[in-house]
């Protein structure tokens, strides 16, 4: 079966930086666009980034842009998050979530066309 696992999250400082790893198994890795959403304390799950299949892309959110980076090794079949500058507004719980990379702009979509979520992992970053 399809499955995400995130890692890598934890406690931190104000401008310390953290990376993410979400590791894919089940699923033919190059036909999903890779994705990282969070969920904010009291707030709807948001999108934050997103690679596509070949690693050809990338989009982020405005808020993270110049801060944040993704990238993907195929041959892993793992993605990663890399977060520079944290911030405090940055507290979160991340998810990584596999869209099939024919559906256009499924990180966007409402509803979402997320083939499979991780289960997430909490970043918490301290003023």
């Known amino acids: 079966q399809m499955r995400l696992v995130e890692s890598g999250g934890g406690l931190v400082q104000a401008g310390d930086s953290l990376r993410l790893s979400c590791a894919a198994s089940?699923?033919?890795?190059?036909?999903?666009?890779m994705g990282w959403f969070r969920q904010l304390p009291g707030k709807e799950r948001e999108f934050v980034g997103v690679?596509?299949?070949?690693?050809?892309?990338?989009d982020f959110v405005d808020s993270v842009k110049g801060r944040f980076t993704i990238s993907r090794d195929n041959a892993k079949n793992t993605v990663y998050l890399q977060m520079n500058s944290l911030k405090s507004e940055d507290t979160a719980v991340y998810y990584c979530?596999?869209?099939?990379?024919?559906?256009?702009?499924?990180?966007?979509?409402?509803?979402?066309?997320?083939?499979?979520w991780g289960q997430g992992t909490q970043v918490t970053v301290s003023s």
């Open positions: 979530a596999a869209g099939f990379r024919g559906s256009s702009r499924w990180w966007q979509s409402n509803p979402l066309s997320v083939a499979i």
């Open positions: 089940g699923l033919i890795f190059e036909n999903y666009d």
């Open positions: 690679i596509d299949w070949s690693a050809g892309s990338t």
